[in-house]
């Protein structure tokens, strides 16, 4: 139950190419945007579809795969864990990111959809 406590599974598309990046100490990490969407039936009886974005980092063999499989487009499936990072702005306000760290990716759809 320990791993329950802080997990997210989602399967979307990436709104764009992963954003490759190195640390100054040498670790590789990708990121990327992943769009969920929600269909559902309002009280008139209209279709909506509500698309939620959500900021995704991987780190090491998982950035390399994002790197070399993923498109803008591409369906994934990933499992992960909620990182929240707080900052300072250049205007001295505080800001919040909130992320998740990917654990697992699997690629869905066809070769061709990517």
Same mark, same amino acid.
């Given at each position: 139950?320990?791993?329950?406590?802080?997990?997210? =599974?989602?399967?979307? @598309?990436?709104?764009?190419?992963?954003?490759?990046?190195?640390? #100054?100490?040498g670790k590789r990490l990708?990121?990327?945007? &992943?769009?969920? @969407?929600?269909?559902?039936?309002?009280?008139?009886?209209?279709?909506?579809?509500?698309t939620q974005w959500h @900021? &995704?980092?991987?780190? !090491?063999?998982?950035? #390399?795969?994002? $790197?070399?499989? +993923? @498109?803008? !487009?591409?369906?994934?499936?990933? #499992? !992960?864990? +909620?990182?929240?990072? #707080?900052?300072?702005?250049k205007d001295g306000k505080?800001?919040?990111?909130? $992320?998740? =760290?990917?654990?697992?990716? &699997? &690629? +869905?759809?066809?070769?061709?959809?990517?």
């Amino acid at each position: 139950m320990y791993s329950l406590r802080n997990k997210v =599974q989602l399967i979307g @598309n990436l709104g764009k190419l992963p954003e490759v990046k190195t640390t #100054d100490s040498g670790k590789r990490l990708v990121k990327f945007s &992943l769009a969920t @969407n929600e269909i559902y039936t309002n009280a008139k009886g209209e279709k909506v579809k509500e698309t939620q974005w959500h @900021n &995704l980092v991987a780190w !090491g063999k998982l950035a #390399d795969i994002a $790197e070399k499989y +993923l @498109n803008k !487009g591409s369906e994934v499936a990933v #499992d !992960g864990k +909620l990182i929240t990072k #707080d900052y300072t702005d250049k205007d001295g306000k505080k800001k919040y990111v909130t $992320e998740i =760290q990917v654990n697992e990716l &699997l &690629l +869905l759809g066809s070769k061709n959809s990517a």
